[in-house]
């Protein structure tokens, strides 16, 4: 799976960071500490079927607020 994170800089600019996980326990929880690392509090995903049951189990239990959104919605987000 792809995680981008967009950063709001001081100066008011988005930075886009990308980073590619795989689905097993252990990638999961490496995208956790990633999450946590950029001090990421939210975390938007698609709803793609039963694909995002494990990612979302694995994120739940580590904090950030979680929204599972339209797919056509997250279209216009840079970086997506």
């Keep these: 799976m792809v995680a981008c994170v967009l950063l709001t800089q001081p100066d008011g600019t988005m930075q886009c960071t990308v980073s590619t996980f795989g689905a097993m326990t252990s990638q999961l929880l490496a995208l956790s500490d990633w999450l946590d690392t950029l001090q990421v509090t939210d975390v938007a995903m698609a709803s793609t079927g039963v694909y995002r049951h494990p990612v979302f189990?694995?994120?739940?239990?580590?904090?950030?607020?979680?929204?599972?959104?339209?797919?056509?919605?997250?279209?216009?987000?840079?970086g997506e």
């Design 57 to 78: 189990n694995v994120l739940e239990q580590e904090g950030p607020t979680l929204l599972v959104v339209n797919p056509q919605h997250t279209r216009a987000v840079p």
